[in-house]
Nanobody, 129 residues
């Protein structure tokens, strides 16, 4: 399992931006996903990226506003979040799993993230005026 550490969460006004970072102890051949969970709600797949960054997936609620990217040299995956809305408020988690090169990034992000075996501790994002 990888050690994952998220950072970059905080309080932001509606319409603002945040960039989350997920630093990993190892990186190559691992797919990475960002998930979020709001109080009283199920965990939701926000965005996933294949190993090497060739394929990405975004949930419908964040498409066009969030961007996932990977810096292999820094062993870090980023989630740039723009035009934030109050409904984006949640604890955000990054997750990692060896990329089996058969599962689509859409499928990786589905089913509450059961594809992923390594999880970070989470970072709180609060969007409020």
């Amino acid at each position: 399992q990888l050690q994952l550490v998220e950072s970059g969460g905080g309080l932001v006004q509606p319409g603002g931006s945040l960039r989350l970072s997920c630093a990993a102890s190892g990186f190559h051949y691992f797919a990475i996903g960002w998930f979020r969970q709001a109080p009283g709600k199920e965990r939701e797949g926000v965005s996933c990226i294949s190993s090497g960054g060739a394929s990405t997936y975004y949930g419908d609620s964040v498409k066009g506003r969030f961007t996932i990217s990977m810096d292999n040299a820094k062993k870090t995956v980023y989630l740039q979040m723009n035009s934030l809305k109050p409904e984006d408020t949640a604890v955000y988690y990054c997750a990692a799993e060896a990329d089996d090169e058969m599962t689509s990034v859409h499928a990786m992000c589905a089913n509450n993230g059961v594809y992923f075996g390594s999880w970070g501790q989470g970072t709180q994002v609060t969007v409020s005026s």
